[in-house]
């Protein structure tokens, strides 16, 4: 299986704040790789697909970006509204997998 | 509007059984693949498995986690699918969810709310 690492793992960080978040995979998957948000007790929320593709009714300010082996997920001005679990998943190859997650705290 | 509703989750003993329903609304199911993935408590994201379409003959996926022990189905009549769960363990313990995904090399696109699934003594 293709394993998916995020760093860090905790991001604390305040309103207004530009935020990166890394994953990284274990093989290529070429671009087929999303980024999903989790807020606690709520189910998963799709915010980018196919690596840098922005799902519709995403805010503009969530962007993503890499191929290969090494993606990013920027949050270009972090919004209270941001604050909550991210993470990455690759759908190149079975078994699908996801990253370990990135908790973005308030400072 | 797509809604999916989990249900049927619960407290079973190691090495029994469980069924989970997942209602689909607001779209064909018959035209989409469906998952499950699952989150053990405090725990991130893990895939279970997947059926595809109809126009994939309705073909199945799973982690080696469960290989063999659960199995998905899919009921497109009523618009429903399915997770049977046999021979649980205590590390099956998770919230498990329903999610569509379009046909092809796609993400998860819409989730239902989830369902608690706890195996203990």
């Known amino acids: 299986d293709i394993q998916m690492t995020q760093s860090p793992s905790t991001l604390s960080a305040s309103v207004g704040d530009r935020v990166t978040i890394t994953c990284r995979a274990s093989?290529?998957?070429?671009?087929?790789l999303a980024w999903y948000q989790q807020k606690p007790g709520k189910a998963p929320k799709l915010l980018i697909y196919?690596?840098?593709s922005l799902e519709g009714g995403v805010p503009s300010r969530f962007s993503g970006s890499g191929s290969g082996t090494e993606f990013t997920l920027t949050i270009s001005s972090l919004q209270p509204d941001d604050f909550a679990t991210y993470y990455c998943?690759?759908?190149?190859?079975?078994?699908?997998?996801f990253g370990g997650g990135t908790k973005v705290e308030i400072k | 509007e797509v809604q999916l509703v989990e249900s049927g989750g619960g407290l079973v003993q190691p090495g029994g059984s469980l069924r989970l329903s997942c209602a689909a609304s607001g779209f064909i199911l018959s035209d989409h693949y469906m998952d499950w993935v699952r989150q053990a408590p405090g725990k991130g994201l893990e895939w279970v498995g997947r059926?595809?379409?109809?126009?994939?003959?309705?073909?199945?996926q799973y982690a080696a986690s469960v290989k063999g022990r659960f199995t998905i189905s899919r009921d497109d009549s009523k618009n429903s699918l399915y997770l049977q769960m046999n021979s649980l363990k205590t590390e099956d313990t998770a919230v498990y969810y329903c999610?569509?995904?379009?046909?092809?090399?796609?993400?998860?696109?819409?989730w239902g709310q989830g369902t608690l699934v706890t195996v203990s003594s």
């Open positions: 999610a569509r995904t379009s046909v092809g090399q796609n993400p998860f696109n819409s």
């Open positions: 059926t595809r379409d109809k126009g994939n003959s309705y073909t199945t």
């Open positions: 196919k690596a840098s």
């Open positions: 093989q290529s998957i070429s671009s087929w």
């Open positions: 998943q690759q759908y190149n190859s079975y078994s699908l997998t």
